[in-house]
């Protein structure tokens, strides 16, 4: 099921009539819209395609060796594959939303760690990369990757963890896991992948 819908103002729209570019909403960005086959009013539909997140802990062996973030159990939606080592296959050509949520820290260590997270597209980097520096012996930095990506079927997103060689060996991806009852765990990396769709009403 959809998770958000936004509703274009001014009522029908004639056939196959171009409506430009519009905002979704706060923080989205502008769309092309596509028109509908007959008049009538248009929602734009926000569909999560595929959810997914780990509660283990994710460290690289040692300083300049990447490590391939995971996000949790294998799945499969009619839109991606995902598999248990975060491979995550596009089944169905579009234009996608990924927001990738990532939580870096460490516990016990001394320095100042460089700490680096990257999207790959079919293994090639795509954009820039993340950098966060971690200087305290116990803490924990949440941050997202967030991106516009037009898939084709069989392209494969994945995502790569870093400690880089000018930093201390230690540090890396941490979950949160709480010890009251009723309450879920915090993921260690998570991504959320949506896709927007026009629709008569």
Do not use: H, W
């Given at each position: 099921?959809?998770?958000?819908?936004?509703?274009?103002?001014?009522?029908?729209?004639?056939?196959?009539?171009?409506?430009?570019?519009?905002?979704?909403?706060?923080?989205?960005?502008?769309?092309?819209?596509?028109?509908?086959?007959?008049?009538?009013?248009?929602?734009i539909i926000a569909e999560t395609v595929?959810?997914?997140?780990?509660?283990?802990?994710?460290?690289?062996?040692?300083?300049?060796?990447e490590l391939q973030v995971e996000f949790g159990a294998a799945q499969t939606t009619t839109e991606f594959d995902l598999t248990?080592?975060?491979?995550?296959?596009?089944?169905?050509a579009d234009e996608y939303q990924v927001r990738?949520?990532?939580?870096?820290?460490?516990d016990g260590a001394a320095g100042e760690s460089q700490i680096y997270v990257r999207a790959l597209i079919n293994g090639a980097q795509l954009g820039d990369s993340s950098h966060v520096i971690v200087d305290n012996s116990r803490i924990e930095i949440p941050f997202d990757k967030e991106f516009t990506l037009a898939l084709s079927v069989g392209d494969i997103l994945t995502f790569e963890i870093i400690r880089d060689t000018d930093g201390d060996n230690s540090g890396g991806l941490t979950a949160g896991n709480p010890d009251v009852p009723g309450w879920n765990p915090s993921p260690s990396a998570r991504i959320l992948i949506t896709r927007f769709l026009a629709v008569q009403a």
């Open positions: 099921m959809p998770d958000t819908f936004f509703k274009i103002l001014g009522g029908t729209d004639p056939v196959s009539q171009n409506l430009g570019d519009m905002t979704q909403g706060i923080g989205y960005p502008l769309r092309a819209v596509e028109p509908t086959t007959a008049g009538g009013s248009v929602n595929l959810s997914a997140g780990s509660i283990a802990d994710q460290t690289p062996t040692g300083l300049g060796v248990a080592t975060g491979d995550i296959e596009c089944l169905v990738g949520k990532f939580t870096v820290g460490r």
